[in-house]
């Protein structure tokens, strides 16, 4: 029996490995005619360390990510997803994405890029895509190509889409 999928929840960052993954789970969502759900966690922590901290600061971000998310739901909406919305969640992006989001959202599947923007927490803290895949309670898959089936270098990934 072929596996269908009804929630899936792909997290972007603004890298060329979340924009792979955010371009298979359209895919996929619409082969399955699923919910697509887009989110960004916005990692508070990283603020946290920052003395002059301002709210201006959060705020940016949030007005960045926003725009940004909302280009990926038009994207989607146009390639054919029915159902395709966005959040935007603050605090550890590795519990939101793992735990938080698919247990409210019935997540039955998150894509997810091998690789984000943040090689340094990477290597201080572990990988957000490492914990996601040992920590869902649902499938995960991790996306290492690009639709054309090129793969996506580390360093490639880590850079920032334009």
Request: with cysteine.
């Amino acid at each position: 029996m072929l596996q269908e999928y009804t929630n899936i929840l792909v997290p972007v960052d603004g890298s060329y490995g979340a924009e792979a993954a955010f371009e298979k789970a359209i895919a996929v969502a619409k082969r399955n005619n699923a919910h697509l759900h887009i989110v960004h966690a916005i990692d508070t922590r990283t603020f946290q360390d920052i003395s002059s901290f301002d709210t201006e600061i959060i705020n940016d971000v949030t007005s960045e990510s926003k725009e940004r998310l909302e280009k990926y739901v038009k994207e989607a909406h146009a390639a054919g997803i029915q159902q395709g919305d966005y959040s935007i969640e603050y605090g550890a992006p590795k519990t939101i994405i793992a735990k938080d989001l698919p247990k409210q959202m019935q997540t039955d599947l998150i894509m997810i890029g091998a690789t984000g923007l943040n090689a340094v927490a990477r290597l201080l803290v572990g990988s957000v895509t490492e914990y996601v895949t040992r920590n869902a309670q649902c499938d995960v898959l991790v996306v290492r190509t690009t639709m054309k089936g090129d793969s996506i270098s580390a360093k490639q990934a880590s850079k920032k889409v334009e």
